[in-house]
């Protein structure tokens, strides 16, 4: 009894001699409560009429799209996939789909993502937000939505926000350095005024340095502006290879940045220059000498982020979660001191 003719599920609810609100519990994986005979029955309808829901029918009668908005900072790198590929995971099982939005760590893009978005009737947004996204929590609450920052956060307490522990790791690897020889330490860092997980990088950084009381210097490399020449000024100025310096690179994109022109200069790399980055583990384990790296549980942070996120719709709550997880230290060659 193929049909070419779109039913809708009263349609379907007659053929199979049940209620509307019956057929659209069988729907939607709510059969416990329901009769194994008129399960069958729905059931023998639905692949006798070749019967598909309307995804947009569906969504205005149980007010949900099943859609979560994703909006990261740059989708290019492997720590992005890492998140996407978390949160893709878990949504799946709970038959959600994922809207990704690039913003390049831009406000004004993520105004345009998050209006956009709501516009479509996602159901709540995974975000790791700029310093500026605080103006938009409002219209994604008055609009009824759910929201869960990732890997950054704006200044509130009244929201899930799932992170890596960037300040203390970064502090704890630096006093780490210190013991293995390293006497002047350089950081090199995208402006940390933009992202909250910059922020306290720079703060874990300057913290252990002025405990420790060695030479140190923070360069600020401005994305906008970026070019190899300036960055070439600015470790030619600051690495005196005479001492043992520690380059501590603190962004994903200025690391392979960074070790192109160290290579250029010929720096005496795992020799009395050592270089640290974040991430970038599909190539860094590779290069010449090996770079020693920290690494964040992007992973995790995306499973984690969607299970607040959906707990969050499916129960109708505003969740104020904090979880921090632990990053880890990759060590390889380039922190390695050569006497």
């Known amino acids: ?89 878990v949504v799946q099982q709970h038959h959600y789909q994922v ?60 929201l899930n926000v799932i992170k890596a522990n960037h300040k203390e790791a970064v502090y704890d690897t630096t006093k780490t350095l210190a013991t293995m ?13 933009i992202l909250s997980t910059r922020i306290e990088r720079v703060e874990g950084f300057t913290e252990a340095v002025q405990e420790l009381n060695v030479d140190h210097q923070i360069h600020i490399i ?37 070790f192109l022109v160290a290579r250029a200069l010929e720096l005496p790399l795992a020799q009395n220059v050592g270089l640290i980055g974040f991430d970038n583990t599909e190539w860094t384990e590779y290069a010449t000498p090996s770079i020693t790296t920290i690494v964040q549980p992007a992973y995790k942070e995306g499973r984690r982020a969607a299970d607040l996120l959906i707990a969050s719709i499916e129960n109708n709550t505003r969740g104020r979660e904090h979880t921090t997880l632990q990053c880890t230290v990759n060590w390889q060659d380039s922190t390695k001191i050569c006497d």
């Open 1 to 89: 009894m193929k049909s070419n003719v779109r039913l809708t599920i009263n349609d379907i609810a007659k053929l199979a001699n049940t209620s509307k609100t019956t057929v659209s519990f069988y729907l939607n994986n709510k059969t416990e409560k329901m009769s194994d005979e008129t399960r069958e029955r729905i059931r023998k309808v639905i692949e006798e009429t070749n019967y598909t829901p309307n995804p947009v029918a569906r969504s205005l009668n149980s007010k949900s799209t099943k859609l979560i908005g994703v909006l990261i900072g740059d989708i290019t790198n492997d720590f992005a996939n890492k998140i996407v590929k978390g949160i893709d995971d």
């Open 99 to 158: 809207l990704i939005g690039n913003t390049n760590y831009n406000h004004e893009t993520e105004v345009d993502y998050v209006s956009r978005m709501l516009e479509m009737g996602v159901d709540g947004f995974i975000v790791q937000p700029t310093v500026l996204f605080g103006d938009l929590i409002e219209k994604i609450h008055k609009s009824g939505k759910f929201l869960v920052f990732i890997d950054s956060q704006v200044e509130t307490l009244n």
């Open 181 to 193: 020889g390293y006497e002047s330490f350089v950081m090199i860092t995208a402006n940390p005024k």
């Open 222 to 258: 401005e994305e906008a502006e970026y070019n190899q020449d300036k960055l070439e000024m600015v470790i030619k100025k600051s690495v005196d290879t005479r001492k043992k310096t520690l380059i501590f690179v603190a962004n994903y994109w200025l690391l392979p940045e960074v």
